[in-house]
């Protein structure tokens, strides 16, 4: 399997200037840039820059992709927004880090693992995938931050008697965008499943938002308009109900569990899902079995019938279907004590069809093992 890299970069809240991709040309000659995006892959080499720098310069959102394993998500946040403060006791570790840069914060998920052989190219759109989480932080969403934490304890990188930080409300239902999170960076779902059982369903409650807003003293009201006044290409929306989120947190402190606990919930529900798909395999083998005898006993009790029907599929070259035919034919045989006849039988058909040698070496592929 050949190298493959690729870097992706997104610019969210602004376009870049001429000026600036002017200088992301300098770094790269063959990379593909616009006014909101830079993307290059490697075969051989590198990129010529530091990743995080350039996030922290010029983009909102980055992803990496190397086909060995490694994967590579970043985020920037204006560090003045109310959506990107209180994120620090969720990114305690080295697969999910928080960085300032200037008016910024750097979120910084990694995860390496031997990639799978399908994974050999990029492809292309996991950042569009994974890009809505920056609006729901934003917004006020804790998931994807309680879920960075998820990737550092499931690393070994928060002490086992350490306890959660604040569990945001609606971990048993994620979005796509937080989906594929979990998919990128290989979240154990049995550690997700039993952090969310600590989850309260997301509230839903407009007008509590409403009236909240309503209550709000002018002064920061008036706060939040001359901002949309002099920042247009940042969404007000966010700002407030990532205010309101704050001041409805989830969760007392007193009933947040221990990492130790929570990897031996996610070790007690790992035992009963194996045991449950053990179950549901067990009885889709029992019933694969039974039908394969139903069908074995009508040919048998067709025998005459299913032969004439093995012809006539090789006659009209229905090669695969005449081999399938025949491959059961030779199991009831063998089943039933005719062993005989099916290669008497078996000879007669060679004889009458020498010419339909497909149909005689899909009946080989299909019995090669035998």
Same mark, same amino acid.
């Given at each position: 399997?050949?190298?493959?890299?690729? =870097?992706?970069?997104?610019?969210?809240?602004?376009?870049?200037?001429?000026?600036?991709? +002017?200088?992301?040309? @300098?770094?790269?000659?063959?990379?593909?840039?616009?006014?909101? *995006?830079?993307?290059?892959?490697?075969?051989?080499?590198?990129?010529?820059? @530091?990743?995080?720098?350039?996030?922290?310069?010029?983009? /909102?959102?980055?992803?990496?992709?190397?086909?060995?394993?490694?994967?590579?998500?970043?985020? *920037?946040?204006?560090?003045?927004?109310?959506?990107?403060?209180?994120?620090?006791? =969720? #990114?305690?570790?080295?697969?999910?880090?928080?960085?300032?840069? /200037?008016?910024?914060?750097?979120?910084?998920?990694?995860?390496?693992?031997?990639?799978?052989?399908?994974?050999?190219?990029?492809?292309?759109?996991?950042?569009?995938?994974?890009?809505?989480?920056?609006?729901?932080?934003?917004?006020?969403?804790?998931?994807?931050?309680?879920?960075?934490?998820?990737?550092?304890?499931?690393?070994?990188?928060?002490?086992?008697?350490?306890?959660?930080?604040?569990?945001?409300?609606?971990?048993?239902?994620?979005?796509?965008?937080?989906?594929?999170?979990? +998919?990128? #960076?290989?979240? @154990?779902? /049995?550690?997700?499943?039993?952090?969310?059982?600590?989850?309260?369903?997301?509230?839903?409650?407009?007008?509590?938002?409403?009236?909240?807003?309503?209550?709000?003293?002018?002064?920061?009201?008036?706060?939040?308009?001359?901002?949309?006044?002099?920042?247009?290409?940042?969404?007000?929306?966010?700002?407030?109900?990532?205010?309101?989120?704050?001041?409805?947190?989830?969760?007392?402190?007193?009933?947040?569990?221990?990492?130790?606990?929570?990897?031996?919930?996610?070790?007690?529900?790992?035992?009963?899902?194996?045991?449950?798909?053990?179950?549901?395999?067990?009885?889709?083998?029992?019933?694969?079995?039974?039908?394969?005898?139903?069908?074995?006993?009508?040919?048998?009790?067709?025998?005459?019938?299913?032969?004439?029907?093995?012809?006539?599929?090789? @006659?009209?070259?229905?090669?695969?279907?005449?081999?399938?035919?025949?491959?059961?034919?030779?199991?009831?045989?063998?089943?039933?004590?005719?062993?005989?006849?099916?290669?008497?039988?078996?000879?007669?058909?060679?004889?009458?069809? +020498?010419?339909?040698?497909? #149909? #005689?070496?899909?009946?080989?592929?299909?019995?090669?093992?035998?």
């Amino acid at each position: 399997m050949s190298e493959y890299q690729c =870097y992706e970069f997104i610019a969210i809240d602004r376009h870049l200037t001429q000026k600036e991709m +002017s200088q992301l040309r @300098d770094i790269s000659t063959r990379a593909e840039i616009t006014p909101t *995006r830079f993307w290059n892959e490697y075969q051989w080499g590198d990129l010529k820059a @530091d990743p995080a720098r350039l996030l922290a310069r010029y983009f /909102d959102a980055h992803f990496y992709f190397a086909n060995w394993g490694t994967h590579r998500f970043m985020l *920037r946040l204006p560090a003045d927004h109310a959506g990107a403060s209180g994120l620090e006791p =969720y #990114f305690q570790g080295r697969r999910a880090s928080l960085s300032k840069a /200037d008016d910024f914060i750097i979120l910084d998920f990694w995860s390496d693992e031997e990639g799978d052989a399908d994974e050999e190219f990029y492809g292309g759109g996991r950042l569009a995938a994974l890009t809505p989480i920056r609006s729901l932080l934003l917004q006020g969403d804790r998931r994807a931050a309680y879920l960075a934490w998820l990737c550092n304890v499931q690393a070994g990188e928060v002490e086992r008697r350490k306890r959660e930080p604040p569990v945001p409300p609606g971990l048993a239902d994620l979005p796509a965008s937080l989906s594929s999170l979990v +998919s990128e #960076f290989r979240i @154990d779902v /049995d550690l997700l499943a039993a952090a969310a059982e600590g989850s309260s369903a997301p509230a839903a409650d407009s007008k509590l938002l409403r009236d909240w807003l309503k209550a709000r003293p002018s002064e920061e009201k008036e706060r939040w308009l001359l901002e949309a006044v002099e920042h247009p290409e940042l969404a007000l929306g966010t700002q407030i109900v990532a205010t309101f989120q704050q001041e409805h947190a989830s969760g007392p402190p007193g009933k947040r569990r221990s990492v130790a606990e929570l990897l031996a919930r996610a070790e007690q529900l790992r035992d009963e899902r194996e045991a449950e798909e053990a179950t549901a395999r067990a009885r889709t083998q029992e019933a694969a079995a039974r039908a394969r005898e139903k069908h074995l006993n009508s040919l048998a009790t067709g025998w005459e019938a299913a032969w004439s029907n093995l012809a006539q599929r090789v @006659d009209q070259r229905e090669y695969e279907v005449a081999a399938t035919l025949a491959v059961d034919l030779r199991e009831v045989a063998q089943r039933d004590g005719k062993s005989s006849d099916f290669a008497a039988r078996f000879e007669a058909l060679k004889k009458a069809h +020498s010419r339909r040698r497909g #149909f #005689f070496e899909a009946f080989k592929r299909k019995t090669e093992g035998w």
